[in-house]
T-cell receptor
């Protein structure tokens, strides 16, 4: 089945130690999104790629970076994780950006900071 | 600024009964899209139903239907014949040409 896959499901890192979360998709969608979701809160959009074009949300900290080497894969890099970065990180894809096309979500990666 | 408000942080419904989750939004756009997403505990978020603002007819997907009131900027979700599997966090979402917003969510409990 076509899907959005996030690895790993759970990630533990140390305060200040860089960490990378990965997302892959078999839907061949041209848009990939990264969201941060803290407990009992709505997902917060960090950035998205439309094909190779990177679009950063205005309030996304510089500590968060992303790479999309090809259509199928997208990575979230947190350069120096702080305790406040502990959250669920959701990857999503869609055929068009900000359109009537629904977003398809992965299972998420839960990030813990020691 | 566009915002999406879900005024009910928590709701409960008896199994087989009907429940309505409310959502209001603020926008100056005339063309936009509205969605309801469901996020079960520890499971992925999935689309429940969507509505194009230019369509007057309310969207329906099996037991799920919406009451879209464009003038009032209201977009409620009705779940009929509630099932235990409907227990989840429900997010209302708004999308336009260059923005996408989730509401704060409503946690739905289904009582057997």
């Amino acid at each position: 089945d076509a899907m959005v896959i996030q690895n790993p499901r759970y990630q533990v890192t140390q305060f200040g130690k860089p960490v990378t979360l990965s997302c892959s998709q078999t839907l061949n969608h041209n848009v990939m999104y990264w969201y941060q979701q803290k407990s009992s809160q709505a997902p917060k959009l960090l950035f998205h790629y439309y094909d190779k074009d990177f679009n950063n949300e205005a309030d996304t900290p510089d500590n968060f970076q992303s790479r999309r080497p090809n259509t199928s894969f997208c990575f979230l890099d947190i350069r120096s994780p702080g305790l406040g970065d502990a959250a669920m990180y959701l990857c999503a894809t869609s055929r068009g950006v900000y359109s009537n096309q629904p977003q398809h979500f992965g299972d998420g990666t839960r990030l813990s900071i020691l | 600024a566009q915002t999406v408000t879900q005024s009910q942080p928590e709701m409960s419904v008896q199994e087989a009964e009907t429940v309505t989750l409310s959502c209001t939004y603020d926008t100056s756009e005339s063309d936009y899209y509205l969605f309801w997403y469901k996020q079960p505990p520890s499971r992925q978020m999935i689309l429940v139903i969507r509505q194009e603002a230019y369509k007057q007819q309310n969207a329906t997907e099996n037991r799920f239907s919406v009451n879209f009131q464009k003038a009032a900027k209201s977009f409620s979700l009705k779940i009929s014949d509630s099932q235990l599997g409907d227990a989840a966090m429900y997010f209302c979402a708004y999308s336009t040409g260059n923005q996408f917003y989730f509401g704060t969510g409503t946690s739905l409990t289904v009582i057997p």
